[in-house]
């Protein structure tokens, strides 16, 4: 069963283009984690959304408890506005 992952998050103003870079520079690496199978970055001013597909919610896991995953938000983190919020749901065919 496929899985789908939105993780909203708001930044700070003068975080935004920090967090572009942080994003640019890892997004290929997550793509090409083992079990993704699609990743994409949505926004409106302040508030971006990642859309990402996981071949089955172990490979979502695996990526959660990866230090891709660590590093990643130990970087975008201290760049928020708010507190991220996320969902994690079954693709229904």
């Not at 992952?5 to 793509?31: A, G, H, P, Q």
């Amino acid at each position: 069963m496929q899985m789908i992952r939105i993780v909203k998050m708001t930044f700070r103003e003068d975080t935004v283009t920090e967090f572009r870079k942080i994003f640019d520079e890892r997004k290929e690496l997550i793509k090409n984690f083992p079990g993704c199978s699609h990743v994409e970055l949505l926004n409106e001013r302040t508030v971006f959304f990642t859309y990402s597909i996981w071949n089955s919610p172990q490979d979502l896991e695996n990526y959660r408890n990866s230090e891709l995953f660590q590093i990643t938000w130990a970087l975008v983190k201290p760049l928020f506005a708010a507190k991220a919020e996320a969902w994690s749901l079954e693709k229904e065919f």
